[in-house]
């Protein structure tokens, strides 16, 4: 079963730590260049082969791009957005998928335990089998990533191919890459890829060239180079952050919920044996029926 | 039932720690298993375009006497030394193209003045293909050319190389179609 050679860093409405492994392993990162991607939507038709999730209904917005938003049966959407740059019209195609956040806002809103998981190796991944399809994980989610399916009742995104990830295999999406815009390996390696790809952006005139790896959810195992700055010219949050209800609501109400409910029980079950249960009246309850 | 009263405190200490959200299990995942791992693999050339990329198809089963394969998978092949493991998304979703059920896979015959395919054996179509090849070199066979020279040509077919064929394919055809002295003629081998 994929994920089971993995060890779990990080578990959904775990109470007492969430380590379960002594093993350290590299977090693996998928790296993305949009200035080289053409987007001939390969990895696209990659992920929807590999996963199975066969084909959607396109809905044509005015760009080439597939779908308006990413779907519970479409994982892996780039983004066509067009915007005037210097008089001239460019192209900001981007990937948009999970991010694999190393904080992971899903994770820290879903109330199921075990529904969502973060394995060692960062991959964050939902168990479709302990998910109970609340869609809190959306709510969490800064990049709208996670989505609702209807038919199964449970929320889907991509995997970063968990299953070929962990024998040794790289993406669906990032082998099919023709252009080589899409590359996979430890994030070192790739933050590494990306920062010398800014430098060589920079040097050649994008002079605002920058590398997505947002700090306000720990970086992400999906990095990103944006030749052209701007991460919302790429539909992309500037400074992402868990929402603070989720996290108010994770490390604060509902410790404090559990603490309440745990006192209340101990409470009843002391008072029941200091005082017993209640008797009725010795003289065979006549004061209820009267006649 | 015999319950100590250790047993029903550890009991009911347990089960409501669970119905509080305390799982007590190691954390641990089953979700999906890695599809291709047991598949028969089987090295190929995309059909499409001529960069021709190298693909590997994905079939059920071990090739074992009883199992009856179908492709359930086919992914780049990164040994290919044109396409190292990538591919477009046309040739990324040839599984469809192989299991559509409007997929030709038998050769198909429009006889003269006919307004419909109908569908004839290989041999059929090879035998065909020969007697029309042989009846058009007899009517337009050339041996010598205004000026007197032997040229031994004939200009009434052209011959138009598949675009995924290999080098030694294309070096048969050339010769096979040298010899009937087909003047007009490309392999489509552009790369």
Redesign the interface.
């Known amino acids: 079963?994929?994920?089971?050679t993995?060890e779990?860093k990080r578990?959904s409405?775990?109470?007492?730590g969430?380590h379960?492994g002594i093993r350290t392993t590299p977090t693996v990162a998928k790296y993305i260049d949009t200035t080289t991607c053409i987007g001939?939507?390969?990895c696209?038709?990659?992920c929807?082969?590999?996963n199975?999730l066969g084909t959607v209904e396109t809905h044509q917005t005015g760009t080439y791009q597939t779908l308006p938003k990413l779907d519970a049966k479409f994982w892996n959407l780039i983004r066509f957005n067009e915007r005037e740059v210097d008089g001239g019209l460019m192209w900001m195609m981007r990937k948009d998928q999970c991010m694999h956040c190393a904080e992971p806002g899903c994770l820290e809103a879903c109330p199921a335990?075990?529904a969502i998981?973060q394995?060692g190796n960062g991959i964050v991944?939902v168990?479709?089998?302990k998910c109970i399809g609340c869609g809190y994980c959306a709510t969490g989610c800064p990049f709208d990533v996670p989505k609702f399916h209807v038919k199964t009742g449970k929320m889907a995104k991509c995997?970063l191919c968990?299953?070929?990830v962990?024998?040794g295999l790289e993406p669906?999406c990032v082998?099919?890459?023709?252009t080589?815009c899409l590359n996979f390996g430890t994030k070192d390696d790739m933050v590494a890829l990306g920062k010398a790809r800014v430098d060589q952006l920079n040097k050649s005139g994008f002079k605002e060239a920058m590398l997505y790896d947002p700090e306000g959810v720990g970086g992400t195992s999906v990095v990103t180079v944006l030749g052209h700055g701007h991460p919302e010219w790429y539909d992309l949050p500037v400074d992402p952050n868990v929402p603070v209800l989720v996290r108010l609501w994770k490390s604060v109400l509902r410790p404090v919920g559990?603490l309440a409910?745990?006192v209340t029980?101990i409470g009843t079950f002391a008072h029941y044996t200091k005082y017993g249960p209640i008797e009725p009246p010795s003289d065979g309850g006549s004061d209820e029926h009267p006649n | 039932m015999e319950l100590s009263r250790r047993g029903f405190l550890k009991a009911t200490t347990i089960g409501g720690a669970i119905a509080l959200g305390f799982d007590l299990t190691k954390a641990r995942a089953e979700m999906r298993e890695f599809k291709i791992s047991r598949t028969t693999e089987t090295r190929s050339i995309c059909p499409y375009c001529a960069v021709s990329c190298g693909v590997i198809i994905h079939t059920l089963g071990d090739r074992s006497k009883n199992a009856t394969s179908s492709v359930v998978h086919i992914e780049g092949d990164p040994d290919h030394p044109i396409s190292r493991g990538s591919l477009c998304p046309k040739g990324i979703t040839l599984k469809d193209d192989i299991n559509n059920k409007n997929r030709l896979t038998a050769p198909r015959v429009r006889r003269p003045g006919s307004d419909r395919w109908e569908e004839i054996s290989w041999n059929d179509a090879v035998a065909g293909i020969a007697r029309h090849i042989k009846d058009t070199r007899d009517r337009c066979f050339v041996a010598k050319n205004a000026a007197g020279q032997v040229v031994n040509r004939n200009p009434g077919m052209a011959m138009i190389g598949g675009c995924t064929d290999t080098n030694e394919f294309n070096f048969l055809q050339w010769k096979a179609i040298t010899g009937l002295g087909v003047p007009y003629r490309d392999t489509q081998a552009r790369v």
């Open positions: 079963m994929a994920g089971q993995l779990i578990s409405a775990a109470m007492w969430t379960t001939c939507k390969a696209e038709a990659a929807q082969e590999w199975d335990p075990g998981v394995y991944d168990d479709p089998s995997t968990v299953d070929r962990e024998v669906a082998k099919a890459c023709p080589g559990v409910a745990l029980a």
